[in-house]
């Protein structure tokens, strides 16, 4: 690790014990001499022994962190506990379940990199081969669109957890349950330049979904009527009267 840290790496986990192993030397394979960086697991009051077996693996691996909630708080919660955790100018988050492939870190750096003139930038992952259940793609998609149409957002996998932005960004977001659905949207309503690449994705190996389509849809709406408020109240769309 070099003496300034660029990176940080935020996972909010539940019960994922089968899967921290394998992502953590994926992380590090992907990021050894690329960029100095940090790993932050978020432990949603997990009930199996993934805390555990991160506190085993640090001895390995000394650029993990964990950090830990007393109680079930969801995956915004969590996000918003590991950028402030954070140590580093910018954040890369993905899932706990192994489905996002670290090895595609790299390429969101790049792109970042390569348009680094913008004074806010985020990097976004587009799942191009799902592979989820068809309900679930089917359902993606559907709340995809439905999402572009209204927050014009004009991205087509927001739900990919694949991102990289700045932190400073994510500390000017307006924070609320389940905002990590709506990123590219909120980060659009800051002025923020918002980039789309390709990324891999891959089965589930260990464990179960946490969530269920249904569940999904029923919380999404007084969000996304939320988040429509939100961008119509924005500074840029207000106009001042002397």
């Known amino acids: ?3 300034s840290l660029l990176l940080s ?4 986990i539940f019960n994922e014990r089968d899967n921290v192993t394998s992502l953590v030397e994926e992380i590090h394979t ?10 932050i697991f978020i432990d949603d009051a997990s009930t199996d022994d993934s805390l555990a077996i991160l ?29 402030l955790a954070a140590k580093g100018s910018l954040i890369v988050t993905l899932d706990g379940d192994g489905q996002n492939d670290p090895a595609d870190i790299p390429k ?10 913008s004074e806010f930038l985020m990097v976004t992952g587009h799942r191009v081969n799902r592979k989820d259940t068809w309900a679930k793609r089917k359902a993606s998609r559907a709340a995809n669109a439905i ?21 400073a960004l994510f500390l000017r977001l307006p924070y609320f349950d389940h905002m990590h659905r709506f990123l590219p949207a909120l980060a659009k309503r800051e002025n923020c330049k918002v ?17 269920a389509n249904i569940d999904r849809l029923l919380v999404g ?14 500074p840029s769309n207000l106009k001042s009267k002397e």
């Open 221 to 234: 709406i007084p969000d996304l009527i939320g988040v429509m408020w939100l961008i119509k109240r924005s």
């Open 30 to 39: 992907a990021l050894v001499g690329v960029c100095d960086f940090e790993v």
């Open 195 to 211: 980039e789309v690449v390709p990324v891999n994705h891959r089965h589930r190996a260990y464990g179960q979904s946490k969530y």
């Open 108 to 117: 969101l750096l790049e792109r970042h990199k390569s348009l680094s003139d």
């Open 1 to 3: 690790m070099g003496t």
């Open 55 to 83: 506190t085993e693996l640090k001895g390995s691996f000394p650029f993990i962190r964990a950090v830990t909630h007393n109680k079930r708080s969801g995956q915004s919660a969590g996000l918003r506990t590991g950028v």
């Open 147 to 167: 999402r572009r149409i209204l927050l014009k957002d004009n991205n087509p996998d927001t739900g990919c957890s694949l991102k990289l932005y700045d932190r």
């Open 9 to 12: 790496v935020v996972i909010p």
